[in-house]
């Protein structure tokens, strides 16, 4: 996934990249992420299965309104990976989060 989301493959993730994977997952170009569209753009990219997906897109949801909003959600889940505060993500950080991502929704719904 890190390497996806690289697009200048310098080892970062910036918000300028973060912008672009955001419009992969807008696919009616409305400038949100609606449950539909996460799920459907997740499971084609491989990451996981339609269940592991329901249950990241209920956790990204930060303000609980059933929309991925970019500059609600997506970047508030972007800043909790960049632990060193320098708008970008080294794969570690970008590691080290998912890893924690992955084991809290094993254990159920929860959210940022």
């Known amino acids: 996934m890190f390497l996806n989301g690289d697009h200048n493959k310098d080892n970062y993730i910036s918000i300028q990249e973060l912008d672009v994977i955001f419009e992969q997952f807008d696919f009616n170009s409305d400038g949100t992420i609606d449950a539909s569209e996460f799920i459907v753009g997740w499971t084609r ?6 269940a592991t997906a329901k249950r ?7 303000n609980n309104d059933d929309i991925l909003e970019k500059t609600t ?3 508030a889940v972007f800043k909790s990976m960049d632990r060193d505060g320098n708008n970008q993500l080294d794969e570690r950080e970008f590691v080290d989060k ?4 992955f084991k809290e929704i ?5 959210r940022f």
């Open 45 to 50: 990219k491989g990451y996981s299965d339609v």
């Open 56 to 62: 990241l897109y209920a956790m990204f949801d930060i």
């Open 73 to 75: 959600d997506v970047y």
């Open 98 to 101: 998912w890893v924690q991502i």
């Open 106 to 110: 094993s254990k159920g719904p929860r």
